[in-house]
């Protein structure tokens, strides 16, 4: 039997006829290789942008029901001229759309999870000869409600396809080279990392590296398929393997350095020192499905019986964030409320900093070399955050992309041969 790969396009990757024709050489590529080939597709360019903003013409509050309907079908046209242009190059292809597949989600409209793919109607075709080209960002649930999977969906259709065929690989084609050691925006000499580990780029993803939608990244580590994040315009180019920690050699202990401009902070000030308290406000946010990233609370003093609680969130979720608190404020009995909207969270990340101490503590000095104050700091196994004011995010950046040996010409030598997926 003939092993399978999922490649997945992106809007940008599919935003006209030329670049569809492009995409179909590309698939045409990867089956003359000998491999079974499933093709899932975004919407073109902007399309679901579009679609958004005509809905808002019609009503602020579209139904969220209503709003998959109308998204759901940017992919349905990307998929269609996909496949006409590869039967028009040769190739035999058919496009599916989710509720012909089978990819059953949730009831939830507009962020549903996937909870099977159905594979059948897949491998009929494959054992056809035919390359299948199957609708990303869509789902269907059992009682054929069409349902979306989140902004920038795709990737997670394409990779739980991956895993669901027991794909040998899952291609993530985009728009940039691989995945980078920073935002070469904003360090240009950011280095394309060879290899990653979905773990740190799990981490990296929700330190606010876009590259990769973090459930893609979470299904993926699931199957322990191997993704690779490449680009749609050099196709010699092999991008950024994404796979398992345990094959990755850990040359360094940081493999990333990522700045995240989308939060702000709040501080609730003297809130009472009891237990419960703690529980009453996050309880609050996360009933609303708000989520918060750091947390800390402050050393109580003994004498006010009261605390601090600071924490962040996304710049978004403040006008209900607001509401939450005001209504708690009986509850909780603070005296303030700061919202602090100049921040950003810059974080390193890297599975080799396990075991290795002094890694924060260089993080800490470096950014005490650039007179830049800490906020808030958090960190995890394999990450370090620290808060700091927004308009020093780029000093922060370079600086620690720089002393942790991430600039280009210091990383050559650590590069090594692929290995075989
Ligand atoms: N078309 C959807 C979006 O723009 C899904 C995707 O591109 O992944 O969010
Ligand atoms: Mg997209």
Redesign the pocket.
């Known amino acids: 039997m003939k092993e399978i790969v999922v490649q997945k396009f992106?809007?940008t990757s599919v935003a006209d006829t030329d670049k569809i024709k492009n995409v179909a050489r590309a698939v045409i590529r990867e089956k003359n290789l000998g491999n079974d080939v499933i093709v899932v597709v975004?919407?073109m360019g902007h399309?679901?942008?579009i679609l958004t903003k005509l809905a808002k013409e019609i009503t602020p509050n579209p139904s969220s029901r209503e709003m998959d309907m109308l998204?759901s079908t940017?992919?349905g046209v990307s998929i269609a001229l996909l496949a006409m242009a590869l039967q028009a190059q040769g190739c035999k292809a058919v496009s599916m759309n989710a509720m012909q597949v089978g990819i059953i989600t949730e009831k939830i409209h507009s962020k549903a999870r996937i909870l099977e793919i159905k594979t059948e109607r897949i491998r009929e075709h494959l054992d056809n000869g035919e390359v299948v080209v199957i609708a990303?960002?869509q789902g269907i649930t059992e009682d054929f409600e069409i349902t979306?999977?989140?902004?920038?969906?795709?990737?997670t259709?394409a990779v739980a396809l991956a895993g669901a065929l027991g794909a040998k690989r899952c291609d993530i084609y985009t728009d940039v080279e691989g995945v980078y050691t920073t935002d070469p925006r904003i360090v240009p000499c950011a280095t394309r990392l060879e290899q990653i580990s979905y773990e740190e780029m799990l981490e990296l993803a929700h330190a606010g590296a876009n590259v990769l939608?973090p459930r893609a990244v979470e299904t993926a580590k699931q199957y322990q398929t191997p993704l690779r994040v490449r680009s749609t315009f050099k196709l010699d180019n092999l991008g950024t393997l994404i796979l398992g920690v345990e094959q990755m050699e850990l040359h360094k202990p940081v493999t990333g350095v990522a700045s995240d401009l989308s939060q702000l902070r709040i501080v609730v000030c003297d809130v009472k020192d009891n237990p419960g308290t703690a529980a009453v406000l996050f309880d609050g946010l996360a009933n609303e499905n708000i989520s918060v990233d750091m947390i800390i609370q402050s050393y109580a003093r003994k004498d006010l019986n009261t605390n601090d609680i600071a924490f962040t969130i996304d710049k978004n979720d403040l006008a209900r964030t607001k509401t939450i608190l005001e209504k708690l404020k009986p509850e909780l009995e603070y005296s303030n409320v700061f919202v602090d909207d100049t921040i950003a969270k810059i974080s390193i990340v890297g599975a080799g900093m396990i075991d290795r101490p002094g890694i924060a503590a260089k993080m800490f000095r470096t950014l005490a070399s650039l007179d830049i104050n800490i906020k808030m700091i958090s960190t995890s196994e394999i990450k370090i955050s620290c808060l700091v004011d927004q308009a020093r995010a780029n000093d922060a950046v370079e600086a620690l992309h720089k002393i942790f040996g991430l600039d280009c010409d210091e990383i050559a030598e650590v590069k090594g041969d692929l290995p075989d997926v």
């Open positions: 992106g809007g975004s919407a399309t679901t942008d998204l940017g992919e990303g960002f979306t999977l989140g902004r920038g969906g795709s990737d259709s939608h």
